[in-house]
Nanobody
Framework: QVQLVESGGGLVQAGDSLRLSCASS????????MGWFRRAAGKEQLFVAA????????AYADSVKGRFTISRDNAKNTVYLQMNNLKPEDTAVYFC?????????????????WGQGTQVTVSS
């Protein structure tokens, strides 16, 4: 069983930066693909970024390319999302997700484990 806990959300102004963290309690963390998704109020959940387990390959949504960076520290069982130059449209609840040895899935249904989410609010 994998438990995920996100942290690092908050209220910031446009142009600011935030770093989200997602800590995993499961074993063999390095074998899991980790993803970040977000859901704005009243909208569907959208893919943000993913990072492979063994290869640490990455994938990003077009809307965040060049501004967000996903990384992982397998020794700490933690994945990060560095968000720079934040925009009001980045406002959402951000969720961390994990799936065992699955490449770089971009769809939420491809992830088995989910965190509770952390709120990011960007004011203009």
């Amino acid at each position: 069983q994998v438990q995920l806990v996100e942290s690092g959300g908050g209220l910031v102004q446009a142009g600011d930066s935030l770093r989200l963290s997602c800590a995993s309690s499961g074993s063999s963390f390095s074998l899991y693909t980790m993803g970040w998704f977000r859901r704005a109020a009243g909208k569907e959940q959208l893919f943000v970024a993913a990072i492979g387990g063994i290869t640490s390959n990455t994938a990003y949504a077009d809307s965040v390319k060049g501004r967000f960076t996903i990384s992982r520290d397998n020794a700490k069982n933690t994945v990060y999302l560095q968000m720079n130059n934040l925009k009001p449209e980045d406002t959402a609840v951000y969720f961390c997700a994990a799936q065992f040895m699955s490449g770089l899935p971009l769809n939420s249904y491809e992830y088995r484990y989910w965190g509770q989410g952390t709120q990011v609010t960007v004011s203009s």
